[in-house]
């Protein structure tokens, strides 16, 4: 009986976190439909959503690890944009090819993190004080870097990570091909994942959510990644930002769930001493998380960079507040130890198709902020209501 | 002389414990009454209810205070009246300073003004009282326990004191520290302040206490007059008891040697030059559950957690062999990797991920060994946690259960769980039972007898004797971070073990001076 509560409150969360996107995007199709612009969800949005919230993503995996492990990092945005400066100085004034670039900036990322990351990590000062240091240190490093000017334009090799299309080489280019076929593909992978885990739930004694609920949700997902992957097919293609981002995503998705060291994180921040005491080096591991967000705010401030074409000292400002949103947004646990990879794109994305949308509409900068922080508060309270219930 | 005070037939229940039961207790006025017991005996309970910490209400019984009843609502009530308790635990403010800690939550203040002269002034007279030679603004963290426990008691009689208890106020202290609080003891009785101190220390006793009255298991045993004091009578009735519980038959045969220690040193974490391991050697054979006794403080959790991994401490010295050879414990994961495991006897802070289920416990101290090149297999991580689900009888509805939602015994079942995954050789044991209803305590004795049985070998540490004489072949005793005695299955008994303790205690004067 037990059992069945926990099971059906797991799952609470993330159905619950998917139905908020879902009625937000239909909130926005209805209101952009009602002052009589054209349709929300159409190809160009679409694509966009995924190119000016891409850093966002990028950040949040690797800030969930950082809160999952119980920190914080309110570096990102700083790191974000010096590491773009330096990608830009790399590109610009030192003339170096993109594929040396790319590398060399991710490297300089690491550096940084782990530069943080050994303050937190070995020597315990609080990750909050490090990092708030490191906003600062970055910021002004970033503005030293360019001098107070912004460095740009780029070739168009480096421009093509954040701006770019996957090439269709079905040669069929209106609708395309290949993102058609991959769509496809996807399509597939997510259903047969989600039976697996089914299966599985079934075989440890898990009661799995009712049969309806399962097939309903998948088929929401489906529909929705078929329209998505339809529109993308019409219009230009698969963005390259989007690959990217799936690539990552699986990725920590499957590192925090199924890797030895994934799952040591979450105990670290479950409980430290009891971690300890099995024989885990919780320090390392937190030093590792902040090593992987310093690379992630690296490709971040990159990507960021090449869509704008320009390095500029100003940008990167706020990442780091988007970033950690997200991830609380995404059901993470402000105390460390829980959270998911899943929860906290889906709360990426929330927090991107509200950007667009309001933009749509014409609401002011002003009340944007205002409504973001009241659906961060509502989130969280919606979290906590549940684990007392 | 007038009687101050009289606890009558005090019965205090928690939820399946009964930790009092109509125990007596009567205090004459200006006396200095020594309470001693076991750990656990109810002592400290007593103490709380005495000082409002458990409200009028919450305990069956009378107390009659200075001719009248006493109804206690909190401490404030009783604090009024003039009854002060020192916890062992100090209560005061590490980073605030002497007279800041002194007037807390009862300032120097005229309308919410705090009159810092007037504080200072009177903080000053106070610690003279004392005999502390402390300025009023010195900060109290940065200065030894030894003080701290003083300026407790400047604390206590800035709000006029009527009747003082202290709960074993010199176990922290070293033994010129402990001279001091006691002779100071003697000043405040001559002042007319009457006094209730617990402590183990017979020594102690003897030299300030005029009467004693001994607690155990919940009920008042005896009250003796300083003339009646002596060591014997009081380790009598100290331990005189039956066994309350039942343990499994055991026809133990010990095999080859498993695990020495020799000569086991290490040091305080944070306060230099404390040496809190003295030279420990002892040692468990395969097969053999072996016993660690000895009150609180003694050092035999610190023993156990510098060993294992040297997971407390620093300055590590001595040997640990298994199987005949030495081994690296200088990790946890080399301990673990060496064959030792360690429960904690603080199953929720330092056993448990309490949020998280059963089956990724289970798993935590060898994820390696569901794994294939670092990645997880779940559903052998379900296949095992379900093994030692049946194994050991976790009583749950499934293994997707959050441990937070298990009593206590099948919480340490999922610790045991964990730690026997790991495979190993010795387990020490650290308060196996602690916390835990009778019935549970039978199944993790059958489970020490289990694992004994396949060869391994159990490292118990406890502060009920009982079990340790139930459950153990070999009893060590530890005292002050040395191993005072150890005593044959046979020859074991409560009164002999009570009084390795007590007289190690007794012949400590210089002795236990740290380098």
């Given amino acids: ?389 | 002389m007038t009687t101050l005070l009289e606890m009558r037939e005090i019965t205090k229940v928690f939820p399946g414990v009964k930790a009092l039961d109509r125990v007596s207790l009567t205090v004459e006025a200006g006396e200095i009454h020594a309470i001693c017991g076991e750990n656990g005996a109810g002592k400290s309970t007593l103490m709380k209810v005495l000082s409002g910490v458990y409200p009028h209400g919450t305990y069956d019984g009378e107390i009659i205070y200075d001719g009248a009843p006493l109804a206690n609502r909190g401490i404030r009530d009783s604090e009024e009246k003039g009854i002060i308790i020192i916890h062992q635990e100090l209560a005061l403010i590490p980073l605030l300073s002497i007279a800041e800690n002194l007037f807390m939550g009862n300032e120097v203040a005229t309308n919410g003004v705090i009159s810092w002269p007037l504080a200072m002034q009177k903080t000053g007279e106070l610690l003279r009282q004392v005999g502390l030679n402390e300025p009023p603004g010195a900060i109290v963290g940065k200065l030894g326990v030894g003080k701290q426990q003083l300026i407790e008691i400047a604390k206590a009689l800035s709000k006029n004191v009527r009747l003082l208890i202290l709960d074993e106020p010199t176990a922290a202290l070293q033994e010129a520290d402990a001279d001091r609080l006691l002779d100071l003891m003697l000043e405040l009785k001559a002042q007319g302040v009457t006094q209730i101190i617990i402590s183990h220390k017979l020594n102690e006793i003897s030299r300030v206490a005029d009467r004693i009255t001994v607690i155990r298991d919940g009920t008042s045993v005896s009250t003796l007059s300083k003339a009646e004091i002596s060591e014997d009578r009081i380790i009598r009735d100290m331990v005189g008891r039956d066994m309350a519980h039942r343990y499994p038959e055991r026809s133990p045969h010990p095999g080859e040697m498993l695990f020495e220690v020799e000569n086991w040193s290490c040091m305080h974490a944070e306060q230099a030059g404390r040496q809190m391991i003295k030279g420990v050697s002892l040692n468990v054979r395969k097969g053999e559950i072996v016993g660690i006794a000895g009150l609180m403080g003694a050092g035999r959790t610190e023993f156990a957690m510098s060993i294992f991994g040297r997971s407390y401490g620093k300055s590590h010295a001595g040997r640990v062999n298994m199987h005949g050879k030495p081994v690296d414990v200088s990790t946890v994961t080399k301990a673990i990797d060496a064959g030792i495991s360690y429960v904690t006897e603080d199953r929720k802070a330092l056993g448990l991920i309490l949020e998280e289920p059963i089956l990724k416990n289970i798993s935590l101290a060898n994820l390696f060994g569901i794994a294939k090149n670092s990645v997880l297999d779940k559903r052998r991580e379900a296949q095992v946690a379900e093994g030692y689900r049946k194994q050991l009888a976790i009583r749950t509805p499934g293994v997707q259960q959050k441990v937070v939602n298990l009593s206590g015994g099948n919480q340490q079942k999922v610790v045991l769980s964990k730690w026997l995954f790991t495979d190993p050789a010795l387990l020490i044991l650290d308060e196996p039972t602690r916390g835990i209803d009778v019935g549970a305590k039978f199944e993790i004795y059958t489970i020490m007898k289990d694992l004994a049985e396949q060869g391994r070998g159990v490292l118990m540490i406890s502060s009920e004797m009982p079990e340790l004489l139930g459950m153990c072949d070999r009893i060590y005793v530890m005292n002050e971070g040395r191993i005072v005695g150890e005593l044959s299955r046979e020859e074991a008994d409560q009164e002999k073990i009570m009084a390795l303790i007590v007289k190690d205690n007794g012949k400590n004067g210089g002795k236990a001076k740290v380098a």
């Fill in chain 1, 1 to 389: 009986m037990a059992d069945k509560q926990s099971s059906l409150g797991g799952h609470l969360r993330e159905n619950g976190m998917l139905l908020a996107l879902v009625a937000i995007v239909a909130l926005f199709s209805i209101l952009v439909g009602a002052q009589g612009k054209p349709m929300f969800l159409q190809a160009p949005n679409i694509t966009n959503i995924f190119l000016q919230n891409g850093h966002v993503i990028i950040l949040a995996l690797g800030m969930l690890l950082i809160i999952v492990s119980g920190h914080i990092d309110l570096s990102v945005g700083s790191v974000a944009a010096f590491t773009g400066a330096v990608a830009a100085y790399l590109t610009v004034n030192l003339g170096l090819p993109f594929w040396l670039v790319i590398p060399l900036t991710l490297i300089v990322g690491g550096m940084i993190g782990a530069a943080q990351g050994y303050w937190v990590a070995f020597w315990r000062i609080p990750s909050f004080i490090v990092t708030l240091a490191g906003m600062m240190v970055f910021r002004g490093a970033t503005m030293l870097l360019l001098g107070g000017q912004n460095i740009g334009p780029f070739p168009k090799a480096f421009q093509s990570m954040s701006s770019g299309f996957i090439p269709d080489l079905t040669g069929l280019t209106k609708p395309h091909g290949l993102t058609l076929i991959i769509t496809a593909l996807a399509i597939g992978v997510i259903t047969w994942i989600g039976m697996r885990a089914r299966a599985r739930d079934a075989e440890f004694g898990i009661t799995p959510e009712p049969t309806g609920l399962f097939w309903g949700r998948t088929a929401l997902i489906a529909a929705a990644t078929a329209f998505v992957g339809y529109q993308l097919a019409s219009f230009r293609g698969l963005p390259n930002v989007l690959v990217v981002l799936t690539i990552l995503i699986v990725l920590y998705a499957f590192f925090t769930e199924n890797t030895v060291q994934g799952r040591r994180i979450y105990a670290v921040g479950g409980n430290e001493k009891a971690a300890k005491l099995s024989g885990i080096g919780t320090d390392r591991l937190v030093f590792f998380c902040f090593v992987n967000m310093g690379v992630l705010a690296a490709l971040a401030g990159m990507m960021v960079t090449a869509r704008l074409n320009s390095a500029t000292p100003k940008a990167g400002t706020g990442f780091e507040l988007d970033a950690i949103a997200a991830v609380f947004i995404g059901g993470a646990s402000m105390t460390g130890g829980s959270g998911k990879i899943i929860g906290v794109v889906i709360g990426a994305l929330i927090m991107g198709v509200m950007n667009m949308g309001m933009s749509i509409l014409g609401i002011g900068i002003d009340y944007q902020q205002m409504i973001k922080g009241l659906v961060l508060l509502a989130a969280v309270i919606f979290d906590v209501y549940n684990k007392n219930k």
